[in-house]
């Protein structure tokens, strides 16, 4: 019997026992591994996010070219973090991103050009950008590599994640955005919530490189950010009528749908504590 087989809930849970410990064992092996996995898993999103856009009719995003800026923003981001090259490197973006216009001077057969440059853009802040800042946080207490506070993140997310499911399945009838997002609840929120809270508590006697308060306060907003991030990807996935971004992940959908809360989150996790 074939996953597809199963119900929602066993898919779920069967591609967590294959994937969390792959992803933990790459964020705490050493800082290449941590780049490597992210670098993919954000590659393979954005090729989503343009496969998506590009599914309706006269889109044309520039899939290969916005992905490989998102690859050099990356890569960028890392070297530039852990000290390797200096800040002025950032610069090498600037032509990149300009190249994008003169690409699409030359694509005679593109009748919506600024609209197909506008989305290749977007798949690079969308998706791209928080996935390199996920590498700044990382580098962000010490200025050396630092997988606890990535690990805590994950953790917070996947145990808000699993407490919206359940509370949401269970006792959920007070619709949170219906007309985005016909499933989701109140209660499934209170519940992501809830059992954010208690994961806070339990990663601040096992992370103390950071304060209680400060696991709350990213648990927080892992929870409403995340909660958005969400609700801005059913909104994108409503404005092309598809259910998920892919069938990558059995149970969870493509990269976009597994990945969705991070992204809107991130920066406002480096910049609650960047000011905090």
């Given at each position: 019997?074939?996953?597809?087989?199963?119900?929602?809930?066993?898919?779920?849970?069967?591609?967590?026992?294959?994937?969390?410990?792959?992803?933990?064992?790459?964020?705490?092996?050493?800082?290449?591994?941590?780049?490597?996995?992210?670098?993919?898993?954000?590659?393979?999103?954005?090729?989503?996010?343009?496969?998506?856009?590009?599914?309706?009719?006269?889109?044309?995003?520039?899939?290969?070219?916005?992905?490989?800026?998102?690859?050099?923003?990356?890569?960028?981001?890392?070297?530039?973090?852990?000290?390797?090259?200096?800040?002025?490197?950032?610069?090498?973006?600037?032509?990149?991103?300009?190249?994008?216009?003169?690409?699409?001077?030359?694509?005679?057969?593109?009748?919506?050009?600024?609209?197909?440059?506008?989305?290749?853009?977007?798949?690079?802040?969308?998706?791209?950008?928080?996935?390199?800042?996920?590498?700044?946080?990382?580098?962000?207490?010490?200025?050396?590599?630092?997988?606890?506070?990535?690990?805590?993140?994950?953790?917070?997310?996947?145990?808000?994640?699993?407490?919206?499911?359940?509370?949401?399945?269970?006792?959920?009838?007070?619709?949170?955005?219906?007309?985005?997002?016909?499933?989701?609840?109140?209660?499934?929120?209170?519940?992501?919530?809830?059992?954010?809270?208690?994961?806070?508590?339990i990663i601040s006697r096992y992370f103390t490189n950071y304060e209680v308060w400060e696991w709350f306060a990213i648990g927080v907003i892992i929870v409403v950010a995340g909660t958005y991030g969400d609700l801005v990807e059913s909104l994108f996935k409503r404005s092309i009528n598809i259910k998920d971004s892919a069938n990558t992940i059995p149970g969870h959908g493509g990269f976009l749908d597994r990945f969705d809360g991070l992204l809107l989150s991130i920066p406002f996790i480096i910049t609650f504590l960047k000011l905090f």
């Amino acid at each position: 019997m074939g996953l597809s087989n199963l119900s929602n809930l066993w898919q779920r849970v069967i591609a967590a026992l294959i994937a969390i410990p792959f992803l933990l064992f790459c964020i705490n092996f050493n800082d290449y591994t941590f780049l490597g996995l992210f670098l993919l898993i954000g590659v393979l999103a954005q090729l989503e996010f343009y496969k998506l856009v590009g599914s309706l009719e006269g889109n044309l995003p520039l899939t290969f070219y916005g992905t490989f800026c998102g690859v050099i923003l990356h890569l960028l981001t890392f070297f530039i973090e852990k000290g390797m090259i200096g800040y002025h490197n950032y610069y090498i973006l600037s032509p990149l991103l300009t190249i994008i216009f003169f690409i699409k001077l030359y694509k005679s057969k593109d009748g919506k050009p600024f609209q197909n440059i506008a989305f290749t853009f977007l798949g690079i802040i969308y998706v791209a950008l928080p996935f390199a800042l996920l590498t700044v946080l990382a580098f962000m207490r010490s200025g050396s590599y630092d997988a606890n506070i990535i690990m805590g993140c994950l953790f917070l997310l996947w145990a808000s994640d699993s407490g919206a499911y359940f509370a949401g399945t269970y006792f959920g009838k007070t619709k949170l955005f219906e007309r985005v997002s016909p499933k989701k609840s109140w209660e499934g929120l209170m519940g992501g919530l809830f059992s954010a809270m208690i994961a806070a508590y339990i990663i601040s006697r096992y992370f103390t490189n950071y304060e209680v308060w400060e696991w709350f306060a990213i648990g927080v907003i892992i929870v409403v950010a995340g909660t958005y991030g969400d609700l801005v990807e059913s909104l994108f996935k409503r404005s092309i009528n598809i259910k998920d971004s892919a069938n990558t992940i059995p149970g969870h959908g493509g990269f976009l749908d597994r990945f969705d809360g991070l992204l809107l989150s991130i920066p406002f996790i480096i910049t609650f504590l960047k000011l905090f």
